[in-house]
């Protein structure tokens, strides 16, 4: 039987599938982009519940599966916006009661971890997890994976989102900075910091990236031109995380980072985990890009191995958690 996962914790409703044993298969996937603004949590989970029937058809249509197919349902319980989760979570209730089949809701973050050590084969990464949300970095300590650090104010992509709309550029900021950023590079090769310094987003083992959000829109608004910030603001914060990831693979004595979450994308970022980790001969993994971006595969996944461990969740206890942490998951499966 297959294992279908169901991810909607923001922006995103996706369902994926996971065979019987395990593999997993590509996404059917649907992003809200709202013309203005940000993303607005009721408008979220209403584009979820107009997009779920036809988003659920085509992923069983994709593997040729119809609903007897399917032995168990994996959601996103948490952590996330709570109309949003909400809709994944009523989607994973009403699939279960009505084809008897177990249920399961996940941590999200964690999801983002599995997916991508099964995804790059690696075995006990830090993880750097950089998404809309969420700006962590995580590492398998005593049954759990613990947060060493993190942001203190908004996430990476957040940020990223919020200083292009302040553009005009619409959600998803962040892939459009990465060109604009690329560009600059391209055609300044020995464009420099001067001029373009911003504020430096480490805080101990924790980030920070309002103020550098703030500092960039005003050197914009001085005049400097819209790529060269970009190109600025991402070596700033790119430079951040790897800096608090560097830390964490030396205190934790680890020799893999592992990159997840929608940033994880970002070309640039991908180049300095690299780079960091051959100078203290540890190694980068990046999953594939569908596999950053939240997807209901990831979630399969890990309903998948929970699910061989024994643990289902009752409709009692399906509740979602909108504060769920990524060390309240006991890891029942490695
Ligand atoms: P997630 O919340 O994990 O689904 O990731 C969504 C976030 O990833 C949004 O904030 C996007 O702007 C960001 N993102 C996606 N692609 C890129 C990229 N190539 N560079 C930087 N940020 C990106
Ligand atoms: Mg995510």
Redesign the pocket.
Known sequence: MWTLGIEST???LSFGLIDPDGKPFPSSTSTIRPEKGGIHPREAADHHKAAAADLLKAALSSQSLNANDIGAIAYSQGPGLGPCLRVGASIARGLAAKFDVPMIGVNHCVAHIEIGRQQCGCDDPVLLYV???NTQVIARLEGKYRVLGETLDIGI??M??KFARAQGIP?????V??KLAAKWQDENPDANMNGLELPYAVRGMDLAFSGVLTAALRLVENGKPLEAVCWSLQEHVFSACVEVAERALAHTGKTELLLG???A??NR?RTMCELMCEERQAKSYAPPRMY???NGTMIGLLGWLELQSGRVTEFDNSAIDQYLRTDQTPIIWA
């Open positions: 923001a922006h995103t998404s809309g949300g992509g957040n990223l989102d959600f998803p900021g962040g892939p900075i990465e979450g929608g940033v994308c970002n970022l950053c971006i939240d």
